[in-house]
């Protein structure tokens, strides 16, 4: 075999032969031939794998696709390659895997009240980065949602004054920036709080990273916000990222 054919660059029938390889040892479910392989994946592709199972979730019938069987907890036991990191608030109703339809092995999932990025020390931003660097996912959604209670609190903080107790006020400290900013938008201040919010996670991922950065400026990794609604069960994704005009 020619160092083309071993390559893949080789003639018919070769490139196929050759890309199997990179399957070899894997667990089934990673077979391309399976129809179940979610990775490797492009972040274009991940995002859409993502909106396609909000759909199924938010679908009146049980359109789910996962499968929870046992075996397909053994088939990613051996290895994770998750094909989306999700950095989502805590609370008990913004579940990533459930809201985006996925299972075990699918998602890596980050989450901290307020999806916030607090300071390096905290490892929000290292667990984001092993996500991508070691785990090899494509994607990173900021995922905030409504009637978020951490965001809330951060804007009775900034108009009342009100004081948390605890290590909650360092959550709180994280947030208040956004509602800041918040405040000189129109419109509703907990809903623009909560897009601002998500706006500086992105943007703190995007510069304050030197593992990401560069795989975000060549584009193979993208940084994107969104908006889970705890009434219909809808992911928005923020696409306007501009800061706030003063
Ligand atoms: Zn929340």
């Not at 070769?14 to 894997?26: N, V």
């Not at 909106?51 to 994770?80: L, Y």
């Amino acid at each position: 075999m020619t160092e083309d054919e071993k390559k893949g660059k080789g003639g018919s029938g070769r490139i196929k032969d050759e890309s199997f390889k990179l399957w070899q040892g894997l667990p089934r479910s990673r077979d391309p031939e399976a129809r179940r392989l979610k990775r490797p994946m492009s972040w274009q592709d991940a995002l859409s794998e993502l909106m396609a199972g909000n759909r199924r979730f938010i679908g009146s019938k049980n359109e789910s696709t996962v499968e929870r069987t046992p075996e397909r907890r053994m088939e990613v036991a051996d290895e994770q390659t998750p094909f989306a990191v999700i950095l989502s608030c805590a609370d008990s109703r913004v579940s990533p895997e459930i809201v985006f339809d996925q299972w075990i092995g699918d998602l890596f999932v980050v989450r901290i009240a307020g999806n916030i990025v607090n300071p390096p020390h905290y490892g929000i931003l290292g667990s984001i980065e092993y996500g991508v660097a070691a785990l090899g996912a494509n994607l990173v959604m900021v995922l905030g949602h409504s009637r978020c209670g951490a965001v809330t609190a951060a804007v009775q903080s900034v108009e009342t004054g009100m004081e948390f107790p605890g290590s909650i006020a360092s959550i709180i400290d994280t947030i208040t920036p956004a509602v800041k900013n918040a405040r000189k938008m129109p419109g509703d201040l907990l809903l623009n709080s909560v897009r601002e919010n998500v706006r500086l996670s992105v943007e703190k991922i995007e510069t304050a990273s030197p593992v990401l950065t560069p795989l975000i400026e060549s584009g193979t990794v993208k940084v994107i916000g969104g908006k889970y609604d705890l009434i219909t069960g809808e992911v928005t994704l923020y696409t306007d990222t501009d800061p706030p005009r003063e």
